[in-house]
């Protein structure tokens, strides 16, 4: 059974921000693999990973590359098993590394990579998919107050952020009752919300809170679950830039 997860890249100079996909990892009878997308050629101000140069190239290797194992807890870490607890996984189960940077985003303060798993159809072919609310860190204090009074399974809504000056794909995320503005879905997948809004019944597209972790990171504060009809002709992560360079 194959494992993958595209790996983005964003541009933080003022002058010219981006953000797109970059690579791809797979993980597929027990062998990792990484290989460049088209994305590495066309996003401005973009440069291969020191430790993969070559952008034509495909990686392959029994570990985990450093490049994405440094962004997991160490398992001697004694806050391991709240880390797991934080993207939903039993401290028990053990999870491929794979899985959970699927849910984490391998997200680091010294860099601007971060991973994310392509949606795919659930059992009863419709969307299903976890992530982390996005923005915390420019939140007032009184947002993560109104966070961290959330409960499991309670309602959130989508709002498709037209007056974005930084992202035109923006969604933003609020609560039902008081419509307080909590943050925003990943931008890797905002211009597929956009896509799913304009495609379901407005009813089909749902938000719930899936639990909130009180001692985390902003990043891993709150974790939410989103179903949705999956459209006919519906293929995320199908653009030119998710393309692999070596075919």
Request: aromatic fraction near 14%; hydrophobic fraction near 40%; proline fraction near 7%.
């Amino acid at each position: 059974m194959k494992t993958a997860l595209y790996v983005a890249w964003r541009n933080q100079v003022e002058s010219h921000q981006g953000w797109g996909p970059v690579g791809r990892l797979e993980l597929e009878d027990g062998v990792y693999r990484f290989f460049y997308t088209k994305g590495a050629t066309t996003l401005e101000g973009f440069q291969p990973f020191p430790e993969m140069p070559i952008l034509e190239y495909v990686y392959e290797s029994n570990d985990l590359f450093p490049l994405f194992a440094n962004r997991l807890l160490g398992q001697q870490r004694p806050e391991y098993d709240k880390f797991l607890k934080w993207g939903g996984f039993s401290p028990d189960s053990q999870p491929s590394p794979i899985l959970i940077l699927g849910v984490t985003e391998g997200k680091k303060a010294t860099d601007s990579v971060e991973v994310f798993p392509c949606p795919l159809p659930d059992s009863e072919g419709c969307y299903f998919n976890k992530f982390f609310v996005h923005g915390l860190r420019w939140m007032s204090g009184d947002v993560l107050k109104r966070i961290a009074s959330l409960q499991p399974n309670e309602r959130l809504y989508m709002m498709l952020d037209l007056q974005n000056a930084y992202d035109r794909n923006a969604v933003a995320i609020r609560t039902d009752t008081d419509r307080a503005m909590l943050g925003y879905v990943p931008r890797y997948l905002a211009a597929e919300v956009w896509e799913l809004f304009q495609s379901c019944e407005v009813d089909f597209v749902e938000l719930f809170v899936e639990q909130v972790n009180h001692d985390a990171p902003l990043q891993q504060r709150l974790l939410c679950r989103m179903h949705a009809c999956w459209p006919d002709g519906f293929e995320p992560c199908s653009g030119e830039d998710f393309q692999p360079i070596r075919t």
